[in-house]
């Protein structure tokens, strides 16, 4: 096939243990789906799931062992980290039962959704979409992904993450308010899920500001976990 212009390269992300990648389709996003982080941004209760995207080449991919480089985004002052695992999507499909969900899922990361919070609010004050906040270059750094036959019992793993070598997140992924077979349930109503699309499945509490030079090292119990320096 013939194109105008040369195509972007295909955004992907290591597998572990393998050197075969995993191509990136799309990324969803799911907001305020821990208890106790909805409680910190002054929401309460299980509301209805609700998703944003963020580009596919927003991925940051990091090997295993090695430390990802994130450039510190342009236009904020008040850069966020949300540690957050990511499952891997193998085979798609629309109107998914929860029951069947996790037949869909290929493998699982760990992840980070990093947010412009002061771009973020700005645009929620005004009543206006907040891709901004969310969907810039290198937002979504991800570790390896790890598939799912080798990834243990990642829906009752411990979840955490550390700055500098201090804790700032540290929960369970069974306090998801959606797990992550009613999230792909919601989620397959709005859009035809495709393979290669990876789901953030929302931050448990203790978000909050890095700045340049900063290291963070987050994990899930059973993946290889993700460490980024800022700079």
């Known amino acids: 096939m013939d194109y105008v212009i040369p195509p972007t390269p295909q955004a992907s992300v290591p597998v572990l243990g393998s050197d075969a990648r995993f191509p990136v389709h799309r990324i969803y996003c799911v907001g305020r789906n821990y208890v106790e982080h909805a409680k910190e941004m002054g929401f309460t209760g299980r509301e209805p799931p609700f998703f944003f995207l963020k580009p596919a080449d927003a991925v940051l991919p990091v090997n295993a062992g090695e430390t990802g480089r994130m450039p510190y985004p342009t236009l904020t002052q008040d850069l966020h980290h949300e540690i957050e695992l990511v499952a891997a999507i193998g085979k798609g499909g629309s109107n998914i039962a929860a029951a069947d969900a996790l037949q869909h899922i290929w493998g699982y990361a760990v992840g980070l959704d990093m947010t412009r919070r002061d771009l973020q609010s ?3 004050k005004q009543g206006r979409p907040w891709s901004i906040g969310k969907g810039f270059d290198a937002s979504a750094p ?14 009752q793993a411990a979840i955490w993450l550390q700055v500098n070598g201090a804790d700032r997140q540290r929960s369970n992924v069974s306090q998801l308010i959606w797990n992550l077979a009613e999230t792909i349930e919601h989620l397959s109503r709005a ?3 495709q393979p290669g699309d990876l789901i953030f499945t929302g931050t448990p509490e203790g978000v909050g500001a890095v700045v340049r030079g900063d290291v963070l090292e987050g994990g899930i119990d059973g993946l290889a976990p993700l460490r980024v320096a800022l700079v």
């Open 122 to 124: 700005d645009m929620k």
């Open 142 to 155: 991800i570790g390896p992904i790890t598939p799912a036959a080798q990834a243990g019992n990642v829906q």
């Open 191 to 193: 859009w035809t899920l």
